[in-house]
């Protein structure tokens, strides 16, 4: 089956190369591009896409004012084309919130050779994302919590038990929906996500505006405590060690792992040696398998390890990956990951 894709940019330049480096592909088709939303629209009128690659600034109308549109009324896998820029992080990471599938960060000078160069990573994104489950979302406002003061209790004494969540390609919603439901009482967090970098920090911003617990980008030496959710930088992989009676993290840069960094299996296999029992892992929506095999050292540790279900999933391959090694002592939906967190389950 070809993957029919309609490649919607303002610059001619990224237009032909995108659609030669797709048509490569034997599966991949792109089978019209539009220079801004307005055009895209006529495309889509005559051939519904499977898939959408979509730049973000364009003429008379902006990407994510199209992807909200695209969202609520035929819901369609879209991949953000967009600039490694912190404007654009920023814009990028709303468009994740509003429906995108995953990200394809390109520079701002040098963009026809990073395409060419980016060729096995573009096919392997479009096809993760015309397998992706997506839904219709409704355009809403995001009304900040107001988050009380961190309990100096919780500040000035460890806890027991830590939870490292590891994600890629749907990550991004799946953590707000998950994050934005548990009480300053759960666990000390530590997340990889997979993301480029410039991103992650907009990312953890975005987030601590919306939940009640304290999430931030991580940096070395940062504690793991209850109420507080540290992710994991772009461009570097995350640890969590022990130091006496406290957990902390630290925060590297290294290798791909898993073609990945940061990688979500660096995280499990460093929670699984660090705290062993004392740790839970749970492994959400993503492409490919990074973290089922640090998962499943995380449960010959004694660990509690959860995979998120096939259903909620955008994209089940990490999650699968997990269960089929035997990695994953329980199998979740999306919804009843947030009581565990809160110690109802």
């Known amino acids: 089956m070809t993957i029919e894709v309609l490649v919607v940019d303002d610059s001619a330049v990224v237009r032909q190369v995108l659609t030669a480096v797709l048509n490569e592909a034997p599966d991949i088709n792109v089978y019209a591009t539009a220079s801004d939303p307005i055009f895209a629209q006529q495309q889509m009128q005559k051939k519904w896409p499977d898939v959408i690659v979509l730049d973000m600034e364009m003429p008379r109308m902006d990407g994510l004012t199209f992807l909200r549109r695209v969202m609520s009324e035929r819901p369609t896998p879209v991949i953000i084309c967009s600039s490694l820029a912190e404007k654009g992080a920023e814009v990028s990471l709303q468009a994740l919130s509003a429906g995108a599938i995953d990200i394809i960060t390109k520079p701002q000078l040098g963009i026809k050779d990073f395409l060419l160069d980016a060729k096995q990573l573009l096919w392997q994104t479009v096809r993760g994302a015309a397998g ?8 809403r406002a995001i009304n900040p919590v107001v988050a009380p003061l961190v309990d100096l209790v919780a500040m000035t004494t460890t806890t027991d038990t830590i939870v490292v969540i590891g994600t890629s390609t749907g990550g991004t919603q799946a953590l707000e929906e998950i994050l934005s ?3 300053r009482t759960c666990p000390g967090i530590a997340v990889v996500q997979h993301m480029p970098e410039k991103f992650t920090a907009a990312f953890a911003k975005r987030l601590d505006d919306v ?3 304290d999430i931030k980008e991580a940096e070395s030496g940062d ?8 992710i994991a930088p772009g461009g570097h992989h995350m640890e969590v060690q022990r130091s006496g009676a406290q957990y902390i993290a630290k925060v590297f840069r290294g290798p791909t ?4 960094c940061p990688s979500v299996g660096v995280l499990f296999r460093s929670a699984a040696r660090a705290a062993g029992r004392s740790a839970m892992g749970i492994i959400l929506t993503g492409m490919g398998d990074d973290g089922a095999r640090g998962l499943l050292e995380m449960r010959q540790a004694g660990c509690r390890t959860i995979a998120q279900d096939e259903a909620s999933c955008v994209v089940f391959g990490m999650p699968k990956e997990a269960i089929n090694i035997g990695a994953a002592k ?3 939906s ?4 947030p009581a565990v967190l809160g110690g109802k389950i």
């Open 257 to 260: 792992v898993n073609r990945h």
């Open 334 to 337: 999306l919804a009843q990951i």
């Open 181 to 183: 439901k548990i009480p």
């Open 223 to 230: 504690r793991l405590i209850p109420g507080r959710v540290l």
């Open 330 to 332: 329980e199998v979740m």
């Open 132 to 139: 992706a489950h997506v839904a219709r979302r409704a355009s």
């Open 211 to 213: 939940c009640d617990v």
